[in-house]
């Protein structure tokens, strides 16, 4: 009988355990301090530059050029946006750390392969909470959008300049809007023109009403005009999209809780049904053709929740 085959076990595990978090490690690597600060009130001129002779939205350009960022840049940038109090190490520490549970529980309860699929269910989690909190955030802000624009305008004929308008901002409103308008100020105050902090804003937030905001206002400061009176017509027209958009999102509830439903319903009863009778469901991952069935069952669910949540996606 081999009596090192254990020891060699173990070695094989912490060799797996160390080479995961060296990947971790130089996928999150922190900078240093200092530069890590600076680097979220840093103007980036690139994603401005016209494209083809044609300026195209801040949002949409900023978007391109974080397809070309790192993992570990997107996280950052992803939970920063999210407002969660996790750094992109700890997030990944936790992503890690479901995904070895639903191994371990789907390797005691069924076998390997259903272990992968729990962990990678598990894993997912995280991502989608991140994802949902991140488009809740820019929403909420999306909605305080006239109120700013009211405030700002009522200050800067009140003969208030751009930049003190924006610290009365930062006063007056609430979370999330008072959050990234602090941003704003504090790059100014690192020597950050204000027009470029602002614009570095709605690359950050990716919000359509706020490139319009953010464009109207480097106008002005290019071309001159009456910035007040711009504001307050967009800030009219921002209101009347929002109050759409609220109709909209009330009368397609009813069909965005039947695509939830649709898409969790067969999850929860699979579930549950494997708690009770691991046996039963087993059958479904045993080999041959059989499991092909939870593979398009899960494939025809993700179809039906993509095709219902696009249906009710109505853009205004």
Same mark, same amino acid.
């Given at each position: ?38 680097? %979220? ?38 939970? %920063? ?81 751009? %930049? ?117 469901? %087993? ?34």
């Amino acid at each position: 009988m081999n009596t090192n085959g254990p020891l060699l076990f173990g070695l094989l595990i912490a060799l797996d355990v160390l080479v995961v978090f060296i990947a971790l490690w130089r996928i999150t690597r922190p900078k240093d301090p200092v530069e890590q600060r600076l680097e %979220s009130y840093r103007a980036n001129g690139d994603i401005y530059a016209p494209q083809g002779g044609k300026f195209q939205p801040i949002g949409r350009q900023a978007r391109r050029q974080r397809r070309g960022a790192g993992i570990g840049a997107r996280l950052a940038e992803a939970l %920063s946006l999210a407002d969660l109090p996790f750094t992109v190490p700890e997030y990944m520490l936790l992503i890690l750390a479901l995904a070895t549970a639903g191994i371990i529980l789907g390797i005691l309860r069924l076998n390997l392969g259903f272990g992968a699929v729990l962990a990678a269910a598990l894993a997912t989690l995280p991502l989608i909470y991140l994802n949902v909190r991140r488009k809740r955030r820019q929403r909420a802000f999306s909605y305080q959008i006239p109120d700013m624009l009211t405030l700002l305008v009522g200050a800067m004929r009140a003969g208030y300049g751009l %930049s003190q308008a924006l610290e009365m901002l930062e006063e007056r409103i609430p979370p999330p809007a008072s959050k990234e308008i602090g941003r704003v100020i504090r790059a100014t105050s690192l020597g950050i023109p204000v027009h470029q902090a602002l614009r570095d804003m709605a690359a950050r937030l990716d919000i359509d009403d706020l490139d319009l905001v953010v464009t109207a206002i480097n106008v002005q400061h290019q071309m001159g005009g009456n910035l007040a009176q711009t504001l307050e017509t967009i800030a009219d027209t921002i209101r009347e999209r929002i109050r759409i958009q609220r109709e909209i999102r009330v009368l397609t509830s009813e069909q965005r809780f039947t695509g939830y439903v649709l898409g969790l319903l067969p999850i929860g009863v699979a579930f549950l049904i494997f708690t009770l009778n691991p046996g039963y469901m %087993s059958r479904l991952f045993e080999p041959g053709l059989t499991r092909l069935v939870p593979i398009a069952a899960v494939l025809l669910q993700i179809l039906g929740f993509f095709v219902i949540s696009r249906i009710v996606d109505i853009e205004v």
